[in-house]
């Protein structure tokens, strides 16, 4: 089983609307939760961090997060052309420190 | 520097050559991630130090891979005899601690000819 599983997408949004994308993850020990942003041809740019159950919000990103259910989300709300790109949702595991990623959602804010 | 910093940008290798992939992390961190990243994938893990320990290194996908940060700070990704296959962006994050957030440099692309 893929340690961080996410739907590949493409995820296509109207401008101005909310944004959402899902992510699991296999290890239920699991204590950091990452949401990265990719852009074509370029590195992943940290967006968001959670470590507890809960809702944390960053301006127009909302991370949440719900252990019980082994799944992490993110809200983008008045989605703009500008947030389109992949995101990458990034797990790190009970046993040790290293931070897994999933495959990323291509994500499409539609103008 | 303020960011993480990888060296070369781009390197075209001859199928069979030796190639070396430096990282310089960000100032006093101790973490230190390597992946490899094929086009339209996520990041795979490859290798992870913290300080001059390497922790783990499940992820080299083969003993040709190696890596080394022999002063906890700046790291170098070897990759010997390389293939086809090796081609890809590698990646280097660094963290100020185990298991808090990492940041990214630019990336290698690494094209194997």
């Known amino acids: 089983q893929k340690e961080v599983e996410q739907n590949s997408g493409p995820l296509s949004v109207p401008e101005g609307a909310i944004a959402s994308l899902n992510c699991t993850y296999s290890d239920r020990g699991s204590q950091s939760f990452f949401w990265y942003r990719q852009y074509s041809g370029k590195s992943p740019e940290l967006i968001m961090f959670?470590?507890?159950?809960g809702d944390k919000e960053d301006g127009r990103f909302t991370a949440q997060l719900n252990k019980a259910s082994q799944y992490v989300s993110l809200l983008i709300r008045d989605s703009q052309p500008s947030d389109s790109a992949t995101y990458l949702c990034?797990?790190?595991?009970?046993?040790?420190?290293?931070?897994?990623f999933g495959k990323g959602t291509r994500l499409h804010i539609l103008p | 520097g303020a960011g993480v910093s990888q060296s070369p940008r781009y390197k075209v290798a001859k199928r069979g050559q030796d190639v070396a992939l430096r990282c310089d992390p960000i100032s006093g961190h101790v973490s230190l991630f390597w992946y490899q990243q094929a086009l339209g994938q996520g990041p795979e893990f490859l290798t992870y130090f913290q300080n001059e320990a390497q922790l783990d290194k499940s992820g080299l996908p083969s003993d040709r891979f190696f890596a080394e940060r022999p002063e906890g700070s700046v790291s170098t990704l070897k990759i010997q005899r390389t293939q086809q296959e090796d081609s890809a962006v590698y990646l280097c994050a660094s963290g100020a601690a185990g298991g808090t957030e990492a940041f990214f440099g630019q990336g290698t692309r690494l094209t194997v000819v």
């Open positions: 990034a797990v790190t595991p009970n046993r040790d420190d290293k931070i897994i």
């Open positions: 959670i470590y507890s159950n």
